[in-house]
Every structure is written in C-alpha cells, then in structure tokens.
C-alpha cells in the first residue's frame, strides 16, 4: 500500500479531509506532491492559501514547502474564501491548493485542489492516491511569504463590477462574521455596492457552521438579531465562505436548494445542474429548460456542467447553498465570468438584487415556487461502513422502510440509489438518506409539502434509526 492510502486521510465529497493529528507535515507535503505529479501539469506556479482554522497555516507551508522542492513558483494569497482563491487561480492560468475544512469541526482539516480550469475530478483523484510519491523523512513547512493582495482584489472587483455601484442602497444588511474566512470581504463587498452593513458575532474561536444543518443556536440568533436590530436580510457563510447562510428580515434561514433555484432564475439559466438531495421544486417550477440530477459532490456538479457546456447559460447548486457558474453571464449589460467552482457571494448578492429588482421582502422571494420543502440533519459519530449496511438492509425491504421511516405516507413508490437511499413515498413525501463523505455521520435530508412536515419526517427518520441501533 502507497503512502497516501495509509495516512488515513482521503478524498470525500469535497477534496481531502482528515483529523489534523493525521495530517502531518510529510502527509500534507504528500498529498501536494501527487497533485504536482499527477494532475498540475507543467504549470509555471501554484496558488495557495487557506481558511482561518488554526492548523491551516501550518498545512498550507508544508504544501507550499512540496511547490518550492518542485522548482515552481510559489503564489501565496493568504487567508481567503475558497472561490476567491480559485477565481484568481484561474484568472493567472496556474493551478491551486486550497487548505480548508470548510464546515467540519476543527479537529479536522482538509485540502482542495485546483486545476488551471477549475477543480480536479473524480478521476484527479484516484490518480492522485495511487501515485508513489518521493517525501523527504522530515518536511520542513515553508515560511509563508508576503500575501499577495490581487487575489482578493480581484474577487471584489468581480461582484462590484457586475452588481454595479449603488445596487444595494439603502438595504441594512446584518453580516453574521463568526469564524468565516469571508467575513471582511463579503462586508467590502456589500458596503461597495452601497449596502448598511451591520457585523454581528464575529469571534476568533473556529465555529464549525454546517449551512445544511444549522445549529438550533444560530436558529435562535439570528431571530433575535432581527428583532433587536431590523434588517433587510441576514447572511453568513461557512468556514471557507463557499457556501452561504441567507436570512430574510425575520431572521429565518433560508434553505441552500431553495436559494439555488431563485440564483438560478435572476441569472436566466438555461440549464440547472444540481445533486439528487435537492429540492424538486427546480423540475416543479418548470422555469429551466433541463434540470441534470448528480450525485452529491461538487465534482459530480462540475462534471455534468461539462456535459451540458454549450447549452445556453450553464449553472449548478448544491443543498448547502453553494452555487456554481459554468457559463458566462450578461445582466443588465454587465458581464460575469464563469466561476466553476461553489461559491457563496453570488447567491446572497443575487437574492438581494432580486429583491431590490422586485421591491419586495426578501421573505417574498420564495412566494413563487412549488410548495416544496426540505429538511436535514445529521446522525455524528457513526462509522460509514453502519450508515452502507442499513441503507443496504432498508434498500432490500421496502415494506420495513416504509414503517420505519414512513409509517404514515403510504408505501415505498420509488427508490433512488444514485447516492445513498432516496425513499419517495405514495404521499409525496421523500426522505434521503446517505453516509457523508466528509466525517463520520449519516445525513438525512426528507422533502413535504410543509416545512413543519419536512422537519417531523427528517428528525422521525434519524431518531428511528437511532432508536434500532
């Protein structure tokens, strides 16, 4: 077995993650190395940079240490959102390694990587782990040189140019910072387009904020900071700021499929590529000429934007809100270039432009859509080899499914493996059920026609299969 197979740290849904008592120095430089080797081409240089977790810096100079040994030029963008630093990447023509756990607790970590044309396969990925790569027995981490400031600059400059000067004004805009590594340039950006930009909770300790399931506490603040202050919208992102949080002058979430379908209509998607967990209000709505089902993964995403490049405007959205944009965009006589890759500042920027467009409350937006909803949570600490054997077990009897997890809808009508178990019962209602490739949890995401019976079918599901275990 290789040296990357053994580190026990792999490749989920989302790059490479693990504990970051696994990520060693010589394991980080590994990893960097068969990107390099594999994947990276003759690329005169590499990008890096990396969210705000306290291990990041140290994982981000033991990668730039494999870039300097490679004899590559080495760009350090610093502390950035994720799309930030894939936007510049792109734009220089060079490859990138991004360090980031994005939404999972801080004793975990991860790396993403870049192509020169945007993130690496599937297949990147396979060839990146079964390399044999050459690691020196001690790695030294880099000292990390001088941030180099076009990369944020240049990410600003997109959104201000598109939205244009004065678009958000007179909105009050409440930007929940916590531990978000977009935290000042969503507010630079915001304040450039004309926004009042309140800062609330910001705070240095890492705060692991999931957009797909979102604590019962920030549930609750969010609420509270609404009606204690008054604002147009609320928004947030998560760790790495690839996806966004998007409240509505109450302070209630909004959902990230749900958000994904209203980005998609402002830019006039043709096209809409997005996983099979996500709301069917897209096909419902019936204002896209195709909808592409994925498995979960933004690689999955990007790969069915590929096939579908040519098809008029191309975009993809995930559950957690990020949205991706295959295409080039003209609106209102402003240009935007296509940014492959999850980003969280175009929706939250789409939704209030939406707004302002339509003169209307953000809580508005959805008016106009299927009454679908959606919900999600999460089972922690359970091993994925348990989530495989129940979705197995539930898979082959439908009947026990039905009355474990359905007892009230009727029967199985139809079952989705595309990834995971995607149950639709004889009612409508839909429950989801998949191992995460993040962490060790299992995630359920549940569809009704009410939100207070998406909540009770998703929080019924993971308690009855709690309660069997």
């Known amino acids: 077995m290789n040296f990357l197979l053994e580190?026990?740290?792999g490749f989920g849904?989302?790059?490479?993650r693990g504990l970051v008592v696994d990520m060693t120095d010589r394991v980080c430089y590994g990893f960097a190395a068969a990107f390099l080797g594999c994947v990276a081409g003759d690329a005169a240089g590499v990008v890096i940079g990396h969210d705000l977790r306290p291990s990041s810096p140290g994982i981000a100079g033991a990668c730039a240490r494999a870039v300097m040994d490679s004899g590559r030029e080495l760009v350090y963008a610093g502390a950035l959102p994720t799309p930030a630093l894939a936007f510049y990447a792109q734009r220089l023509g060079?490859?990138?390694?991004?360090?980031?756990?994005?939404?999972?607790?801080?004793?975990?970590n991860g790396i993403k990587f870049y192509r020169a044309d945007g993130e690496i396969s599937k297949v990147d990925e396979l060839a990146m782990m079964e390399a044999e790569v050459i690691v020196p027995e001690v790695v030294v981490p880099a000292v990390l040189p001088a941030v180099d400031g076009r990369a944020r600059e240049a990410y600003v400059r997109r959104y201000l140019d598109f939205f244009g000067a004065g678009s958000l004004e007179g909105m009050r805009v409440g930007v929940y910072e916590h531990s978000s590594v977009a935290r000042d340039v969503l507010r630079e950006i915001l304040e450039g387009l004309g926004a009042d930009v309140v800062s609330l909770g910001r705070t240095e300790v890492f705060v692991p904020i999931d957009t797909e399931a979102v604590?019962?506490?920030?549930v609750l603040q969010a609420r509270a900071w609404a009606d204690e202050v008054g604002f147009d919208a609320i928004v947030s992102t998560d760790g790495d700021g690839d996806r966004p949080l998007i409240g509505d002058e109450n302070g209630l979430w909004m959902r990230g499929d749900?958000?994904?379908i209203l980005c998609a209509q402002f830019l006039r998607a043709n096209?809409?590529?997005t996983p099979v967990s996500c709301n069917t209000a897209v096909e419902a709505c019936g204002w896209f000429g195709k909808v592409v089902r994925t498995r979960i993964g933004s690689p999955y995403?990007?790969?069915?934007?590929?096939?579908?490049?040519g098809d008029g405007v191309v975009v993809g959205y995930e559950a957690n809100g990020g949205f991706?944009?295959?295409?080039?965009?003209?609106h209102n006589g402003r240009t935007l270039e296509a940014l492959p890759t999850r980003d969280s500042v175009l929706p939250i920027l789409a939704l209030l432009g939406m707004a302002r467009e339509r003169d209307e409350k953000v809580s508005g937006l959805s008016a106009s859509l299927p009454k679908r909803f959606t919900a999600s949570d999460r089972l922690k600490d359970v091993p994925t080899e348990r989530s495989n054997s129940l979705i197995s077990s539930l898979r082959d009897s439908p009947d026990e499914a039905a009355r474990l997890l359905g007892p009230d809808a009727g029967g199985v009508a139809w079952m989705d493996m595309t990834d995971g178990l995607r149950m639709t019962f004889e009612n409508g209602d839909i429950i989801h059920l998949r191992p995460s490739g993040n962490a060790p949890e299992l995630r359920c995401y549940a569809e009704a026609d009410s939100v207070e019976r998406a909540e009770m079918l998703c929080a019924g599901a993971l308690g009855a299969v709690k309660g069997e275990w």
């Open 215 to 218: 604590r019962p506490e920030d």
């Open 258 to 260: 749900v958000v994904g």
């Open 94 to 108: 060079l490859p990138a390694i991004v360090v980031t756990g994005s939404h999972i607790p801080f004793d975990r």
């Open 301 to 309: 995403v990007v790969a069915g934007m590929d096939a579908s490049a």
């Open 13 to 16: 849904t989302s790059g490479a």
């Open 271 to 273: 096209v809409v590529v």
């Open 324 to 330: 991706l944009l295959e295409s080039r965009v003209v």
């Open 7 to 9: 580190s026990g740290v």
